[in-house]
């Protein structure tokens, strides 16, 4: 099992419309296309900024197959989507990371 977590600095100002657009837009999206499961949104607590916040974006997927599949076929709609929304006060970067033991 693999996850994909995608980590989000957002201006400050507007930093509550992108929680609640992540969570009723973002994440229904994804969930309904279904190949992403279990989402998990977390506030990182380790970056201190007077401008923005930060966040990361986790959900589990099968293998790296089946997320390159749903980021081609949904994944770049709904980056370009949250462009269109939050502009340049809302950047993000990914990493995959691999379950090797679960405790």
Not at 42 to 67: G, M, P, T
Request: proline fraction near 1%; charged fraction near 25%.
């Amino acid at each position: 099992m693999l996850i994909y977590n995608t980590t989000y600095q957002v201006n400050f100002e507007d930093a509550k419309n992108f929680i609640i657009w992540i969570h009723e837009v973002y994440i229904q999206k994804v969930l309904e296309f279904g190949t992403l499961r279990k989402p998990r949104l977390c506030k990182i607590l380790s970056h201190r900024d007077e401008n923005s916040e930060c966040f990361s974006l986790q959900f589990e997927v099968e293998d790296s197959a089946s997320l390159h599949r749903w980021y081609s076929q949904q994944g770049v709609a709904l980056n370009d989507e949250m462009m269109k929304v939050f502009k340049d006060k809302a950047v993000g970067f990914t990493t995959l990371l691999e379950v090797i033991e679960e405790a």
